[in-house]
C-alpha cells in the first residue's frame, strides 16, 4: 500500500457536507497556485488553480480562495462525495520552473 | 489520452545496481520534470527540463542522472542505486513554467 503520508494532518467530514483545506504558503513572490488531490498509489491530479491577481476562483464543487495578505490558501470542496477521499497538497511558483509542494491534508469522507 | 506515463510501476534493486526509470508524454509539452515522493515530505525536484537536449539540476540530484534526447521522453538514471534512494518517483510536465504541472501515476523504488 502507499507508505506516504502516514502522518499527514486529516480532515474527517460527513457526506454530503462541506470539505475545507488549509495551505500556508511560503514565498511572498509566489503569483501561481494549484492544489492537488493524491489517491492512493495514484500521482497527483490536477484540482484547480489561481493567479496572484485574483482572489477567488469556482470550478466544478470547488472553490479556490487566496489570501495574499496572510500567505494562505483554502480549497473548499461543497458537498463532500466518497470519492473525494484522498490528500490534497498546495503547490506554488513564482513563474519558474521551481514549484514548492505542499505535505498535505487527508481528507476522509464518512459514510 | 495517456497523458503522462511512467514504467515500471514498481522495482526492486539491489544496492549498487542501476536502473532507468522511463518516462512518456503526449501533450507536447516542453517542460518535463522528475520528484522524488517521500514520508512526510512535499514533493522533491530532482532533475527537470525546459525542453528537447536541455536537462538541469533541481533540489536534490545527486546520485541521479537525466537524458531528454526526444521532447516527449525525459529519462531518470539511478548509475549506483543506495537505499536512500528508495522512494516513490514521479515524473511530470507542463506546457510553460507557471502552468499546471501533469503527473504520472509513479514509479516505486525499493533499494535492498
Known sequence: GESVGLHLPTLSVQEGDNSIINC???????????????????????????????????????????????????????????????????????????????????????? | NAGVTQTPKFRVLKTGQSMTLLCAQDMNHEYMYWYRQDPGMGLRLIHYSVGEGTTAKGEVPDGYNVSRLKKQNFLLGLESAAPSQTSVYFCASSLDSGQPQHFGDGTRLSIL
Open chain 1, 24 to 111: 500556508a504558503y511560503s514565498n511572498s513572490a509566489s503569483d501561481y497556485f494549484i492544489w492537488y488531490k493524491q489517491e492512493s498509489g495514484k500521482g497527483p491530479q490536477f484540482i484547480i488553480d489561481i493567479r496572484s491577481n485574483m482572489d477567488k476562483r469556482q470550478g466544478q464543487r470547488v472553490t479556490v480562495l487566496l489570501n495574499k495578505t496572510v500567505k494562505h490558501l483554502s480549497l473548499q470542496i461543497a458537498a463532500t462525495q466518497p470519492g473525494d477521499s484522498a490528500v490534497y497538497f498546495c503547490a506554488e511558483t513564482s513563474g519558474t520552473y521551481k514549484y514548492i509542494f505542499g505535505t498535505g491534508t487527508r481528507l476522509k469522507v464518512l459514510a
